[in-house]
Nanobody, 120 residues
């Protein structure tokens, strides 16, 4: 059973930074892709970033390129999302997700989410 627990959300002023963490429990993530998604009030959930657990290849939404960085610590079984130059439009609940390589995140595992609020 894969369990994902996010932390690190909070309230920050525009231009500030936050680092989200996603602690994962599983026997092995070598065949997984890890992702961060977000959902703002009244909007659909959207992709933010992903990273291959083994090779570390990354992918970002255009809206966060150059500001957010996804990384993983294999020894700690943890995925991070470093968010810099935050904007009010980044306000959302952020979710960590894990999917087997080749499968959809929708069919994978999800955390409970952590709130990020960016004030103007």
């Amino acid at each position: 059973q894969v369990q994902l627990v996010e932390s690190g959300g909070g309230l920050v002023q525009a231009g500030g930074s936050l680092r989200l963490s996603c602690a994962a429990s599983a026997r092995t993530f070598s065949s997984y892709v890890m992702g961060w998604f977000r959902q703002a009030p009244g909007k659909e959930r959207e992709f933010v970033a992903s990273i291959g657990w083994s090779g570390g290849s990354t992918n970002y939404a255009d809206s966060v390129k150059g500001r957010f960085t996804i990384s993983r610590d294999i020894a700690m079984n943890t995925v991070y999302l470093q968010m810099n130059s935050l904007k009010p439009e980044d306000t959302a609940v952020y979710y960590c997700a894990a999917a087997r390589r080749g499968s959809s995140f929708e069919d994978g595992h999800w955390g409970q989410g952590t709130q990020v609020t960016v004030s103007s």
